[in-house]
């Protein structure tokens, strides 16, 4: 069974930066397309970052240039360091495969205000 769990949230103020992890058990994540997706309070959940193959990277449009996605095969762990967050960036995150996204986790919850 795939599990996915997401660490690293927290509430922070505009403008400061936060790095979440999510520990990957039951699948290897070494060749498979991984991403974080968020659901924001009375929105769908949306892809904001994907590490594909051979490393290539995906962002969404309104978060380009303040997010980076990495992982360590190692240990199995995904990781996307958030800079320069806005209020609008307030909602749960979450980890999961890039194509077909099986189960969910618990996500971690980000809260950006003044």
């Known amino acids: 069974q795939v599990q996915f769990v997401e660490s690293g949230g927290g509430s922070v103020q505009p403008g400061e930066s936060l790095r979440l992890s999510c520990v990957v058990s039951g699948m290897r994540i070494d060749n498979t397309p991984m991403a974080w997706y968020r659901q924001g309070p009375g929105n769908e959940r949306e892809l904001v970052a994907g590490?594909?193959?051979?490393?290539?990277?995906k962002y969404l449009e309104s978060m380009k240039g303040r997010l980076i996605i990495s992982k360590n095969n190692a240990e199995n762990t995904v990781y996307l360091q958030m800079n320069d967050l806005k209020p609008e960036d307030t909602a749960v995150y979450y980890c999961?495969?890039?194509?077909?996204?099986?189960?969910w986790g618990q996500g971690t919850q980000v809260t950006v205000s003044s």
């Open positions: 590490i594909l193959y051979y490393g290539a990277q």
């Open positions: 999961n495969t890039y194509f077909t996204p099986g189960d």
